[in-house]
T-cell receptor, first 111, second 114 residues
């Protein structure tokens, strides 16, 4: 079946620290992989995506690389800001019509 | 352009009562989805509409849940009768009819059954 496992939170970092949120997946075939973010009081927003192996998605300083050999899609950012505080969800989809999400990782960035 | 809008933002009801959640998708988006996040766990797919037709309802937990999308515009999700385990955040999303396009999510409705 299809499933996503991501590291449990909360993750607390100081401003300008390096961020990694781990995500691994199980899937049939070759899904597309996504990171969604939910800022306080808002809906889910697409942060970045990768549609095939070795693709790197990037946006707002965040990056993630689709690693087929390790079935992973870890989210990274070199220097986090207070405004990055949010809940981050890793997800996969075969056809963009049905997403399988992880349980979410809450990130707290302290000034 | 207005985003996906969900009503209400919060709802607290007693076990056994009925609750109806509403989702207004982005105009022109034929695809509409419902998802649910229970107790801080993963967000799970409930169902997918294409216009007014149910394309995939494999995630609906049981027959206490009824989703409709009359006229292919807004959608409602009714829970009747509500149980404690139905508590969670219900998200709605919509996407353009073109294949492989981004789905836009609403803010969610937080449902608490007491």
């Amino acid at each position: 079946g299809n499933s996503v496992t991501q590291m449990e939170g909360p993750v607390t970092l100081s401003e300008e620290a390096f961020l990694t949120i781990n995500c691994t997946y199980t899937a049939t075939g070759y899904p597309s992989l996504f990171w969604y973010v939910q800022y306080p009081g808002e809906g889910l927003q697409l942060l970045l995506k990768a549609t095939k192996a070795d693709d790197k998605g990037s946006n707002k300083g965040f990056e993630a690389t689709y690693r087929k050999e390790t079935t992973s899609f870890h989210l990274e950012k070199g220097s986090v800001q207070v405004s990055d505080s949010a809940v981050y969800f890793c997800a996969l989809s075969r056809n963009f019509n049905k997403f399988y999400f992880g349980s979410g990782t809450k990130l707290n960035v302290k000034p | 352009e207005a985003g996906v809008t969900q009503f209400p933002s919060h709802s607290v009801i007693e076990k056994g009562q009925t609750v109806t959640l509403r989702c207004d998708p982005i105009s022109g988006h034929d695809n509409l989805y419902w998802y649910r996040r229970v107790m801080g766990k993963e967000i799970k797919f409930l169902l997918h509409f294409v216009k007014e037709s149910k394309q995939d309802e494999s995630g609906m937990p049981n027959n206490r849940f009824l989703a409709e999308r009359t006229g292919g515009t807004y959608s409602t999700l009714k829970v009747q009768p509500a149980e404690l385990e139905d508590s969670g955040v219900y998200f709605c999303a919509s996407s353009h009819p073109q294949a492989n396009t981004e789905a836009f999510f609403g803010q969610g409705t937080r449902l608490t059954v007491v």
